[in-house]
């Protein structure tokens, strides 16, 4: 599996932009898919996940509310919807295919199956 993540950019504080990333090689459907950032200077820090069919999700607390993290199984795409963004929301932005649990991919990242190569995002304050 390929996973691609594009949509980063450089945006103004408050503004809003949509994360996508493209699996290939492979459908994706029986994988949780999550989102990973790294801020400059900073260790990778778990975003949010989302279970196989889209009926579960989770977001840590930092970006509750503001960001959604969706997938679309038909299109092999998974995209996180980042609202209301914040000058602390600056990283590169990574997404990520685990065989297992949310749990499992919030806790134990370094577990994940697959990795996509990185979309950065930055904010301006």
């Known amino acids: 599996v390929q996973l691609q993540a594009f949509g980063g950019g450089f945006v103004k504080a408050g503004d809003s932009l949509r994360l996508s990333c493209a699996a290939s090689?492979?459908?994706?459907?029986?994988?949780?898919m999550g989102w990973f950032r790294q801020a400059p200077g900073k260790e990778r820090e778990f975003v949010a996940a989302?279970?196989?069919?889209?009926?579960?999700?989770y977001h840590t607390d930092s970006v509750k509310v503001r960001f959604t993290i969706s997938r679309d199984n038909a299109k092999n795409t998974v995209h996180l919807q980042m609202n209301s963004l914040k000058f602390d929301d600056t990283a590169v932005y990574y997404c990520?295919?685990?065989?297992?649990?949310?749990?499992?991919?919030?806790?134990?990242?370094?577990?994940?199956?697959?990795w996509g190569q990185g979309t950065l995002v930055t904010v301006s304050s």
């Open positions: 989302i279970n196989w069919n889209g009926s579960s999700a």
């Open positions: 090689g492979r459908t994706v459907d029986d994988f949780t």
């Open positions: 990520a295919a685990m065989r297992g649990s949310i749990e499992s991919m919030a806790r134990f990242p370094e577990k994940s199956d697959f």
